[in-house]
C-alpha cells in the first residue's frame, strides 16, 4: 500500500502526476487529504477553494487513488502511523528526511520516496493568478 497525502484544493496536472507516480509503487494508493480546517490553517482564511468533501469525490474519481481519506490534524503524523503504509509519498518540495510520518514507515520496514514535481504548476499560484485576474 502507498500513502500520499496533501491538501489537494485546486486539481491540476502536477497533482494528477504525482498522484500516477505515488499509485506506480504499489497496488493500492490511499490518499490522505486536510480538511478544510486544517487548511485554512496552513492557508489562510481563504482557503480552501473546494470543500473537503468535493476534494475527496474528484480525487477519488481518478483511476490512479484507490481510497481517500480526511484528517483533521496538521500533519497526518497519527494516520500514517496508524495505518503504516508499505510506501510514503510525497513531492520533493519535501526532503525525505522531513516527510511526516517517514521515521514510523521505515521503522516498520516501509520505504519514502520524494517525487519530483512538475514544473510551473502550483495550487497558491494558480489561486493566486485568478484572484489577480478578478480584480
Known amino acids: ?4 497525502n496533501g491538501c489537494f484544493d485546486l486539481l491540476h496536472p502536477g497533482h494528477i502526476r504525482l ?10 494508493l ?5 480538511s478544510d480546517a486544517s487548511v485554512r490553517g496552513m492557508k489562510g482564511p ?13 480525487l477519488a474519481a481518478l483511476a490512479a487513488v484507490d ?18 503504509p508499505d510506501v510514503l509519498v510525497k513531492g520533493a518540495d519535501w526532503g525525505e528526511d522531513a516527510i511526516v510520518g517517514g521515521g514510523e514507515v521505515e521503522a516498520a520496514g516501509g520505504r519514502v520516496f520524494s517525487l519530483p514535481l512538475q514544473p510551473g504548476f502550483s495550487t497558491s499560484a494558480l489561486v493566486a493568478k485568478i484572484r489577480q485576474a478578478d480584480s
Open 46 to 58: 481563504q482557503r480552501p477553494i473546494f470543500s473537503q468533501d468535493d476534494r475527496a469525490e474528484i
Open 19 to 28: 498522484l500516477e507516480g505515488a499509485r506506480s509503487l504499489g497496488n493500492v
Open 1 to 4: 500500500m502507498v500513502f500520499t
Open 67 to 84: 481510497a481517500v481519506t480526511i484528517f483533521d490534524e496538521p500533519t497526518p503524523q497519527l494516520l500514517i502511523a496508524a495505518v503504516l
Open 30 to 34: 490511499l490518499l490522505a487529504i486536510n
